[in-house]
């Protein structure tokens, strides 16, 4: 299993939960809004200062191995603008997963809903 971990512009939020819902067996998302700095400080359009910190919405996903380049794939062409501050996109590996209601671990625990039943893990 792998963690999906990505930064994005929060413009960009609703593209990016379309692109993904669209994957099948993907178990679902977490996001938090959050705020930091990349290469540099930021000159917000408007603003006659530089900021420290730019807003970003962090997304966490954690998929089965097979997923990963197709929600990396769809979380990098949905949030693409081409322009700096796009964001960044990690994969981190994940030792174990336990299902809170059910006691399930691992890859079981992961499994996405599909009709309302339980997706084979």
């Known amino acids: ?3 999906v971990r990505a930064y ?3 413009f960009k939020l609703s593209k ?5 819902q669209k994957i099948a067996g993907l178990p ?5 809004e959050v705020q930091g700095f990349g290469r540099g400080k930021v000159l917000v ?3 006659k200062m530089v900021r420290e910190f ?4 962090r997304l966490e996903i954690v998929v089965k191995n097979e997923l990963v380049e ?8 949905a949030a693409h603008t081409g322009n700096l501050g796009d964001g ?11 299902r809170i209601r059910t006691g399930e671990r691992d890859r079981v625990a992961i499994r996405s809903l599909k009709n309302g039943k339980q997706e084979e893990g």
């Open 88 to 98: 960044v996109i990690f994969v981190l590996p994940v030792e174990q997963a336990v």
């Open 16 to 20: 990016v939960t379309s692109a993904l």
């Open 45 to 47: 359009p408007g603003d």
């Open 8 to 10: 994005i512009q929060p």
């Open 70 to 77: 197709e929600v990396v794939d769809a979380i990098q062409k």
């Open 28 to 32: 679902g998302l977490s996001m938090m």
């Open 54 to 57: 730019v807003p970003k919405v």
């Open 1 to 3: 299993m792998k963690e």
